[in-house]
């Protein structure tokens, strides 16, 4: 269980390293939900994050600070995210994978679930 609640420890720190960013780069929230709301606006009804991110990356005269990349991809799902939060009317337009320290919390408890029943099948009933 240490592992798990280190990694849920590691999940919470990303996020808030991708808030701060967030609040210091607001400019890239704004041409996120722009674009966002143009592809839906235009009949999609799915649409992938990492082409909203490129299309600021590559066609807005954006200035980030904060990092050495003009956005870091371990950003773009929080953004997928947030539009969620903030348009849950379109939660499913982007399609999300679990986030990797997500993923790994899950197996572990599945693993640890399935371990700790593993021997009761020989104490079944037989009647």
């Known amino acids: 269980m240490e592992l798990v609640k280190q990694l849920q420890e590691d999940l919470q720190e990303r996020k808030?390293?991708?808030?701060?960013w967030h609040k210091?780069?607001?400019?890239?929230?704004?041409?996120f939900e722009e674009y966002t709301l143009e592809a839906i606006k235009?009949?999609?009804?799915?649409y992938s994050h990492w082409a909203i991110i490129n299309r600021i990356r590559w066609h807005s005269e954006i200035e980030t600070?904060?990092?050495?990349?003009?956005?870091?991809?371990?950003y773009i799902c929080f953004y997928a995210r947030l539009f969620h939060a903030?348009?849950?009317?379109?939660n499913d337009f982007f399609r999300l994978k679990q986030l990797?320290?997500?993923?790994m919390i899950d197996e572990l408890q599945s693993s640890l679930e399935h371990r700790n029943i593993s021997f009761l099948p020989q104490f079944r009933h037989k009647g």
Not at 100 to 103: D, T
């Open 16 to 20: 808030e390293v991708w808030w701060k």
């Open 65 to 74: 600070s904060g990092g050495e990349f003009k956005i870091s991809n371990d």
């Open 100 to 103: 990797k320290e997500e993923k």
């Open 42 to 46: 235009s009949g999609r009804k799915n």
């Open 24 to 31: 210091a780069n607001p400019e890239v929230w704004l041409k």
């Open 86 to 90: 903030r348009y849950p009317e379109h």
